[in-house]
């Protein structure tokens, strides 16, 4: 076995933004509660199409994330809102080594009419 020289002296993995955006995206359309819109509805604040809108602004390991998501009313919107931080939390942490500082979720609720079919996960509200 050839030995390794300490990890330090290695070199060093860097994680972009863009890779931690797709993460977040992905977990805040997972957590149950959140839904997919069908369209944008004129007057509907919020991201456009389907997917969270996702802004995340990183310092090391360290990032701060805002995430906009949809959920159909009349959801709990605050607990959704804290699940989706909690569930940012975890998979920061288990998929990349990151610790998510600040974590802004912005709950947008939307009337189940506009809600997309066919496109949820497991669990989403209907």
Do not use: Y
Not at 47 to 74: F, N, S
């Amino acid at each position: 076995m050839t030995d390794l020289a300490p990890a330090a002296q290695r070199g060093s993995t860097e994680i972009r933004p863009r890779a931690v955006e797709a993460v977040v995206a992905e977990t805040a359309r997972r957590t149950p509660g959140t839904v997919v819109r069908r369209r944008r509805v004129p007057g509907l604040p919020g991201p456009r199409g389907g997917d969270p809108a996702v802004e995340v602004t990183m310092h090391g390991p360290v990032a701060r994330v805002r995430v906009d998501v949809h959920v159909a009313w009349p959801a709990p919107l605050a607990r959704v809102a804290a699940d989706v931080r909690g569930r940012l939390a975890d998979e920061a942490s288990r998929l990349a080594g990151l610790e998510f500082r600040t974590v802004d979720v912005t709950v947008h609720a939307v009337d189940p009419v506009h809600v997309a079919t066919g496109q949820r996960s497991a669990g989403r509200v209907r």
